[in-house]
């Protein structure tokens, strides 16, 4: 079992930067793959990134590339999502998400364990 935790959303400015946290509990974090997704008001859940155990394979959705980076320490069973450059079209709850196995994915269904998610607001 893994419990997740996020932290770090809040309001800000378009172009400016935000980083999110997502602290993870439980015997098994460090062989977790770990995912971001996000959750814009009236719209379905949509990925955002996903990072292998190691750091080593990640994978973003198009419309964050260049513009954020997920990263992760295993020490301190963290993982992170640095995002800059943002814009209004960013304001969504995003939810932090773990897989029992397996690489990363887009797809929601393939992670097993979530968190409650932290609000990012982008005002234009």
């Known amino acids: 079992q893994v419990q997740l935790v996020e932290s770090g959303g809040g309001l800000v400015q378009a172009g400016g930067s935000l980083r999110l946290s997502c602290a993870a509990s439980?015997?098994?974090?460090?062989?977790?793959?770990m995912g971001w997704f996000r959750r814009a008001p009236g719209k379905e859940r949509e990925f955002v990134a996903s990072?292998?155990?190691?750091?080593?394979?990640?994978n973003y959705a198009d419309s964050v590339k260049g513009r954020f980076t997920i990263s992760r320490d295993n020490v301190k069973s963290t993982v992170y999502l640095q995002m800059n450059s943002l814009k209004p079209e960013d304001t969504a709850v995003y939810y932090c998400?773990?897989?029992?196995?397996?690489?990363?994915?887009?797809?929601?269904?393939?992670?097993?364990?979530w968190g409650q998610g932290t609000q990012v607001i982008v005002s234009s």
């Open positions: 439980g015997r098994t974090f460090g062989s977790n793959t």
């Open positions: 998400a773990a897989r029992r196995r397996g690489t990363t994915s887009s797809r929601g269904e393939e992670y097993d364990y």
């Open positions: 990072s292998t155990w190691s750091g080593v394979g990640k």
